[in-house]
Nanobody, 123 residues
Framework: VQLVESGGGLVQPGGSLRLSCVAS????????MGWFRQAPGKEREGVAA???????RYADSVKDRFTISKDNANNTLHLHLNNLKPEDTAMYYC???????????????????WGQGTQVTVS
């Protein structure tokens, strides 16, 4: 399984970005995927996740600002980041699971597959 993220960068507060993650070697459409982030000196935290039915979960800190979506035709996961704040600055990681549905522990860093990350800086 290979996950390759792109789309990070430097943006001003209030700006937007779209992160993308291309998955290969993986049954993309029928599994859970998500995004985690890690800021310097902080633990990794779950940002958003989506399951095989398209149901999404979000961290309270990003709800109503971030949107996760799947492009099944292109094996690509997206994360749309709007109204960005300096506290959103972090390395963002794409993650993938062997499960088909999310449960209450989706926000824990227990996904078996991780990408290398893409940096988002809001300043």
């Amino acid at each position: 399984v290979q996950l390759v993220e792109s789309g990070g960068g430097l943006v001003q507060p209030g700006g937007s970005l779209r992160l993308s993650c291309v998955a290969s070697g993986y049954t993309y459409s029928s599994r859970c995927m998500g995004w985690f982030r890690q800021a310097p000196g902080k633990e990794r935290e779950g940002v958003a996740a989506i399951d095989s039915d398209g149901s999404a979960r979000y961290a309270d800190s990003v709800k109503d600002r971030f949107t996760i979506s799947k492009d099944n035709a292109n094996n690509t996961l997206h994360l749309h980041l709007n109204n960005l704040k300096p506290e959103d600055t972090a390395m963002y990681y794409c993650v993938a699971s062997t499960d088909t549905l999310l449960d209450g522990s989706w926000y824990l860093p227990n996904f078996p597959y991780w990408g290398q990350g893409t940096q988002v800086t809001v300043s």
